[in-house]
Structures are given as structure tokens and as C-alpha cells.
């Protein structure tokens, strides 16, 4: 039986392009961001290790494939009843010469030299941990846990309740950088007035205490000078932000930087009208990125006047609604695939109906026919409290749409129904002539329950 707190860490093997555009996959557009880069000057002190090892069950996964076709190892503690599946003979150390956002570890794992005929090199020399090892040909198992806690880069740590398998934080990496001793455990999270309370700045130098936000929609925007795609989003989302106010809402915007430095900060905040977070104050800009388990950049936060989370796809809102027509924009059950929000389908499973949208009509006849599944999927993980494990899409007919094809290798036929799985590298089809609620619900349905045979992508 598990109890207290479990950990949950994805690092990776040696090829960056699994973190920074995922190789030949067309479906990012997000700058994947380390926001821990003390962890890389981090000492291996005796003190760091206890603390890690001795409260905490860790899972770590190894990506060793640009191609993310994953040849993982998965660790968990010992503490844990050891399933069949767990090989307790290998563990971690030298993975972290292998992957640069993954050195920042080596002071998890306490040492101790060891072999094993099982590990292909260059993992022979890989000492033991107190974890034991999920072994890599359980791969399913794997990607399921990959898919459930939606990992998009690398390194990640994911604290959880091990009673419940609730998420406790999302980013641990911030935790073990910011309470190396554990003194906060067990990191539970924080209500958005509590994690935000201090004063804001302007960019004319005016200061504001972070109580003037009482009774507004707030966005949370993450975003740097550095990154091509943050200073893209900028702009659309000055606009917008300027359309909002104008239409009378209640609205601000928290700038949350992840600069290099205070004079990029400076000249990146000269262009924004909203408010940041000061550039000095890093303690609680990390606790905004732990608060939210921010995994990369941009990232906009949408929260309703009480600080709980409307969307975490404010940047995929403000793209595709420049009007700001949908605001505050409380999540769709089902979206229309757009360059936008294909990155999306990055996030875990996706079905997506591919229609002819020649006729007019199509698109939105094929959203009606799925979205009653969808909401009552979404209701039934939301009573859960947890995320539903899928998301809904449609797909008419355009050069995104036409690229998702060729990169999944599906026929071009319309209607289609499919399940596409890209961290996976899955798919599962049904061609049929006529697509009704029955099909897509027991389609669904024997995806959910594993009846479904995949297919490659």
C-alpha cells in the first residue's frame, strides 16, 4: 500500500531535439525551458541526498531516442511491494552525462558501484539507488504514466499523493532547488493570492500591491526576450489585452519572467502595458512556476476572479479568438485542429474526426456528433479530479491538417475517425462509411479500456 509521497521524474538520454522541437515532428512550436538552472551548480551534498531519498518514491524515466521512440528505465523506491515487472539490479548516475537539462541530478542518487549483464552499454556502469527498475519492455506502462501526467519536456519532476495518485506539484525540479532540506514538505499547493502576494511593477516604474487584483480575471504569462515565439505571442496578446479593457472587463495580466538577465527584462517589459512580477524577487517567480507546473514557454495562465484556473491554454485562446470575442475562455469540449493548437496533440491522446470541410456545414456537424462524448468524459475525470485522458478535435481540410496525415500516415479519407497517441507513436483508425454517437462512444470506450489494437505511426 502506498503512502505519503511519491516522485515522479522524466530526464533524458543524450539527443536534445527530444526536448527542443522533438526532431521531425511538425506539431511544436513551444521553446521547452529549464527554469532551474542553479540545479546545474547544485552540490552532491549528504545532506540533499538524505533528504531525496529518504522521504520521497522517485520514477525516473529515460529517453534515449530523438526519435521519441522511448527506450526507458523507470525507477521507484523500494519502500514500494516490488512488482514482477521490476528489475531491482540497475539504477542511475552516469544518465546525467548524457543529456545537459539532466545534470542537475546527480545529487539525488546517493552512490554505490554495481553490474548488471541486462543494461546495454552505456548503461553497464550504472550504480545502485534505492530504487527498483520498471524494465524498458514494459514500455505500455511507461508511456502511460508519460500520457497521465502529460510530460512535454524533460527533465521533469511531478510530486504525487501516493494514497490518492493525486498531483501534489507538477514542478518538483523548482522544489528541490528552492527547499533542498525539505523544511515545506510536502509541497502542497498554494491558493494564487497566498503564492502572488507582494507588489507588482509597471513598466514606468510604478509600484502596485498584488491586492489590487481582488475581483479580476488575471493571466499569468511566462514568457522571455529570448525566446522567438514568446515575442510573437507578445504582440498578439498586447492587443488583446488592450480589447478586453477597452470592453469594460476586469482584467490584468502578471508578467512572470524567465530573462537571463534584469536589463533583458527591463527591455522586454518596456512593450507590455500589464503588470510583473520584479525581476529580483526569483523566489516567488519559481513559486508561480512550481504554483502551475510550468514546463515551457509561452505559457498563459487564465484565472477567474477567485485565482482558480479557467484555462492553461491562454496562448492557443488569444491566437485563434483576436477578437477576444470567447474571453475568458473557459475550455472547449471539442476544438477545430489549427496551427495554433496542434501543439495539443502533444499532450496525451487525442480523437480526432477528420471531415470534409468543403461543405460548410461539416465542421461543425462533426463537433456536435462527438461533443456529448466528450463532456461526459471530461465530467467524469473532473469528479475524479483528475485530467481526462483525452482531448477532442476536429479536422477539416487544410495544409495542418494535410500535415498530420502525412506524419501519422492516415488514408485521406473523410469521415475518419481516429485516436492518435504521438508519444506513443500509435494510432488507432476507424474507417467507416458512416460515423454516429454509438461508434465514436464505444470507440472511445474500447480505446479507454485497452481493447483497442494500435497501429504505428
Known amino acids: 500500500m502506498l503512502a505519503g509521497v511519491l ?4 530526464v533524458s538520454g543524450p539527443l536534445e531535439a527530444c526536448v527542443l522541437g522533438r526532431g521531425a515532428d511538425p506539431f511544436h512550436s513551444s521553446v521547452s525551458v529549464s527554469f532551474t538552472p542553479a540545479l546545474t551548480t547544485l552540490p552532491p551534498t549528504p545532506s540533499r541526498s538524505c533528504v531525496i531519498t529518504s522521504q520521497f518514491s522517485i520514477l525516473i524515466l529515460l529517453n534515449i531516442s530523438a526519435a521519441f521512440d522511448l ?3 523507470t525507477l521507484l523506491s523500494k519502500t514500494l511491494s516490488t512488482p514482477a515487472c521490476w528489475d531491482t539490479r540497475v539504477s542511475f548516475s552516469s544518465y546525467v552525462s548524457l543529456h545537459p537539462a539532466c545534470r542537475g541530478f546527480p545529487w539525488l542518487s546517493p552512490k554505490g558501484p554495481f553490474s548488471s549483464d541486462a543494461m546495454p552499454s552505456p548503461w ?3 550504480t545502485r539507488g534505492p530504487w527498483p527498475l520498471i524494465a524498458s519492455r514494459h514500455r505500455g ?6 500520457n497521465k501526467y502529460r510530460i512535454s519536456n524533460i527533465p521533469s519532476l511531478i510530486f504525487l ?3 490518492s495518485g493525486k498531483v501534489v506539484c507538477r514542478n518538483g525540479l523548482l522544489v528541490i532547488r528552492d527547499d533542498p532540506e525539505g523544511l515545506e514538505f510536502p509541497w502542497g499547493p498554494k491558493p494564487f493570492r497566498e503564492v502572488i502576494a507582494g507588489s507588482l511593477l509597471r513598466n514606468n516604474g510604478q509600484s502596485l500591491e ?3 487584483l481582488e475581483g479580476s480575471h488575471v493571466g499569468v504569462y511566462f514568457s522571455a526576450h529570448w525566446c522567438p515565439p514568446c515575442r510573437s505571442l507578445t504582440r498578439v496578446l498586447v492587443e488583446s489585452y488592450r480589447k478586453i479593457k477597452e470592453a469594460g472587463q476586469k482584467f490584468e495580466i502578471i508578467f512572470v519572467s524567465a530573462d537571463r538577465s534584469e536589463d533583458s527584462f527591463k527591455q522586454y517589459f518596456s512593450e507590455m502595458p500589464w503588470l510583473a512580477v520584479p525581476y529580483t524577487d526569483e523566489g516567488r517567480r519559481s513559486r508561480l512556476n512550481r504554483l502551475y507546473g510550468i514546463q515551457g514557454i509561452p505559457t498563459l495562465i487564465v484565472l477567474d476572479p477567485q485565482g482558480e484556473v479557467i484555462t492553461r491554454q491562454g496562448r492557443v485562446e488569444v491566437l485563434n479568438d483576436e477578437e477576444c470575442r470567447g474571453f475568458p475562455w473557459h475550455p472547449k469540449p471539442v476544438l477545430e485542429l489549427s496551427d495554433s493548437n496542434a501543439v495539443q496533440l502533444n499532450e496525451g491522446p487525442c480523437l480526432v474526426l477528420f471531415v470534409d470541410s468543403e461543405d460548410d456545414g461539416e465542421s461543425e456537424a462533426a ?4 461533443q456529448p462524448i466528450a463532456e461526459k468524459i471530461i465530467a467524469k475525470y473532473k469528479a475524479k479530479d483528475e485530467e481526462a485522458p483525452l482531448l477532442f478535435f476536429v479536422a477539416g481540410e487544410d495544409d495542418m ?3 498530420l496525415r502525412d506524419y501519422t500516415n492516415l488514408p485521406e479519407a473523410a469521415p475518419l475517425l481516429t485516436i492518435l497517441d504521438m508519444s506513443a507513436r500509435a494510432k488507432y483508425v476507424m474507417d467507416v462509411e458512416e460515423i454516429t454517437p454509438a461508434i465514436v462512444e464505444a470507440f472511445v470506450n474500447d480505446f479507454l479500456a485497452e481493447k483497442l489494437k494500435p497501429e504505428p505511426i
Do not use: H, M, R
Open 124 to 126: 553497464s556502469d550504472l
Open 401 to 403: 491538417t494535410d500535415s
Open 367 to 370: 463537433k456536435q456528433l462527438i
Open 210 to 212: 498584488s491586492s489590487s
Open 141 to 146: 506502462s511507461l508511456l502511460k504514466l508519460w
Open 7 to 10: 516522485g515522479l521524474v522524466w
Open 71 to 73: 527506450v526507458t528505465y
Open 161 to 163: 499523493d501516493a494514497t
